[in-house]
């Protein structure tokens, strides 16, 4: 397998250079991640080292397009892949962002299927140096051109990712074209459960977390302000939830870093144990500024309540 | 006589340095109180102003936080210098001075993410703050409206 000149083509390259170590060289990546603990042969990790567009994504990832790239980390011994990408994701008020992720360190998937790698996402506080585990991608053997596989992040998924093999000269100005959309099937019966007695009434969050902002003095309040805010989960303290009506409505009230607020949630529908809705501000009149996404079944609902830009990781459990 | 006159007046003018010396020392003696009741009530009108300046500004909107945070960072700066300028010299007193120092550039880097729209970078850059315990750094250093939070006014 040729070795291809490290030109990171990816936008935002700086900030991913500066915070992981990536730098400009002769041969294979310079990433400074050190040695894995478990050793994947050479030959099973060759046929990875490529650069890759996204072709195809589940739909549920929210990536539009993106960009991938394998190579050897320089003067590693044994030779270890590192990978790095850059998707563009939709957010959840629809527009695009850039999400950038190293993938590190390489593992065998089972019967020799393909390979594995730990997602560590790069961007948030990229300017800080910090990558932090996000998810997993796992990769089938490349057939042709093509290569195959699957993707968690941010919790979610997995979801199928399709990629084709860039050859060297292949470059991309701009973002790369958008990727295939893979659409799952989406939950369509009314309602949270086959009969409104098994999920209408009064619920209690049990995930709730320490509120930060308790010992915090004068900077309380600003901790409280930015503790709500972001895409990957903001910290929620203490809420509840009643679900009643028909059709059925519910009232979700968070408290998030010493700040109340209320959402409501309408169209309410759900398939095996998914629970999806649409969520508003200012009671199921007011606008819509997100939706719900979960799990549930047998008193409990737990999954992501998006509003704006922000992701409230809730779990809640019906008052006995 | 004169010889003796001048041991005298030097012993004199020695036990009233002394004197003076003990005074100065009694008054830092404690572990909160290097100005003592001043630097309390000091730092409380300051701190009074700062979560008046800081709850008035209420919730900010998404597209409203790099201003919100801009103006946090103010009212933090200037609280820092004016408990600074008070001089605690006692032990707690110094580690709240030492709080409100290590928060600027924290606020500092959070309004720079919030400017480059990195909401997500904002969130966890507050870690920064919580780990401070200021409200904690100020019950210890008897201030206790310093350790209450801005309560917002919308």
């Known amino acids: 397998m040729r070795r291809l000149k490290l030109i990171l083509v990816l936008g935002g390259v700086l900030a991913l250079a500066a915070s992981v170590g990536v730098a400009r060289a002769t041969t294979g990546a310079t990433t400074g991640y050190p040695q894995p603990k478990v050793v994947v042969p050479t030959q099973k990790q060759a046929p990875f080292e490529n650069r890759y567009v996204l072709t195809a994504v589940g739909s549920g990832a929210g990536i539009r397009s993106g960009e991938m790239k394998f190579e050897f980390e320089e003067g590693s011994s044994p030779q270890f892949l590192v990978g790095i990408s850059q998707f563009y994701t939709y957010s959840p008020t629809g527009e695009i962002e850039t999400g950038l992720f190293t993938f590190y360190p390489p593992k065998e998937l089972p019967n020799g299927k393909g390979l594995g790698f730990t997602a560590l996402k790069v961007g948030a506080s990229a300017q800080y140096g910090q990558v932090t585990p996000d998810g997993e991608l796992q990769l089938l053997t490349p057939e042709g051109d093509k290569v195959k596989g699957q993707l968690r992040l941010r919790g979610g998924g997995p979801w199928p990712v399709e990629f084709k093999v860039l050859g060297e000269e292949e470059r991309y100005t701009a973002s790369p074209p958008a990727a295939r959309q893979i659409h799952e099937a989406r939950p369509n019966n009314p309602g949270w459960g086959g009969e409104a007695s098994e999920y209408e009434g009064e619920y209690e969050l049990t995930n709730g977390a320490e509120d930060p902002t308790v010992k915090a003095g004068t900077l309380g309040a600003v901790i409280g302000v930015a503790q709500g805010l972001g895409v990957r989960g903001a910290v929620v303290s203490d809420g509840s939830m009643t679900v009643e009506g028909n059709p059925a409505v519910a009232t979700v009230e968070l408290e998030t870093g010493g700040t109340d607020r209320t959402f409501t949630l309408t169209d309410l529908a759900w398939q095996g144990d998914q629970r999806v809705a649409r969520v508003h501000d200012e009671g199921p009149d007011g606008p819509v500024v997100g939706h719900f996404e979960g799990t549930g079944g047998q008193g409990e609902v737990k999954g992501d309540l998006i509003s704006g830009r922000s992701v409230y990781k809730v779990a809640f459990e019906l008052k006995g | ?154």
């Open chain 2, 1 to 154: 006589m004169d010889r003796k006159f001048r041991t005298v007046a030097s012993l004199i003018a020695l036990a009233a340095l002394g004197l003076l010396a003990i005074a100065g020392c009694g008054g830092s003696s404690s572990s909160t109180g290097g100005g003592g009741g001043d630097f309390v009530s000091g730092a409380e009108a300051a701190c009074t102003s700062a979560n008046e300046q800081i709850a008035a500004l209420g919730t900010p909107q998404q597209e409203q936080v790099t201003g919100y945070l801009e103006k946090t960072e103010a009212v933090i700066e200037k609280l820092h210098k004016e408990v600074a300028a008070l001089d605690g010299s006692g032990t707690a007193e110094a580690a709240y001075t030492e709080g409100l120092a290590k928060a600027i550039p924290v606020l500092t880097a959070m309004t720079n993410a919030a400017r480059s729209e990195n909401f997500d970078a904002v969130r966890e850059l507050s870690a920064g703050l919580v780990e401070i315990h200021l409200g904690e750094l100020a019950e210890a250093a008897k201030l206790k409206t310093c350790a209450e939070v801005p309560v917002s006014e919308s």
